[in-house]
């Protein structure tokens, strides 16, 4: 069985006004096939068709990542510092990543997740799906 190591830190010593920020955590998931390995695509511009990045009919809950790579459809085009992605649970607007933003999120087996431009701009955009075993 595969396995999947994630870690997030976060650090500031000035985003709080009297203390310091600085807390780290690291897990380790067993990790089973059907995955999807890094991959690319284009989010539409506003009123385009959303991208499925991860369906609805996965076996067991998935981790799903999503990078805002700021680079438009071309990939060497930079994108506006406005050009925001929409991430969905389903059809609900769920999340907003500016560009060189991340997310890193567990999602039920049932919700599909999508993505699309909030701008009339395509973004490039990077995705994978694990699935827990």
């Known amino acids: 069985m595969a396995t999947l190591t994630s870690k997030l830190t976060l650090v500031s ?6 203390e310091s920020l600085s807390s780290s955590v690291e897990e ?3 990790i089973v096939a ?8 284009l989010a539409a511009a506003t009123g385009g068709s959303d991208v499925e990045i991860k369906s609805a009919s ?8 999503v990078r805002h790579t ?5 990939g060497s085009t930079d994108s506006d510092a406005t050009d925001e992605l929409i991430v969905k649970f389903g059809a609900t607007d769920t999340l907003r990543v500016m560009p060189g933003e991340f997310a890193f999120f567990p999602c039920k087996s049932d ?23």
């Open 13 to 18: 010593t000035d985003i709080l006004p009297s």
């Open 28 to 30: 380790v998931t067993n």
């Open 34 to 41: 059907p995955s999807t390995g890094l991959s690319l695509a």
């Open 58 to 65: 996965a076996t067991a809950t998935q981790f799903v990542y």
């Open 70 to 74: 700021s680079k438009q459809a071309d």
């Open 111 to 133: 919700v599909a997740v999508k993505i699309v431009s909030g701008t009339a701009r395509v973004i490039q955009v990077e995705h994978a799906a694990f699935t827990r075993g």
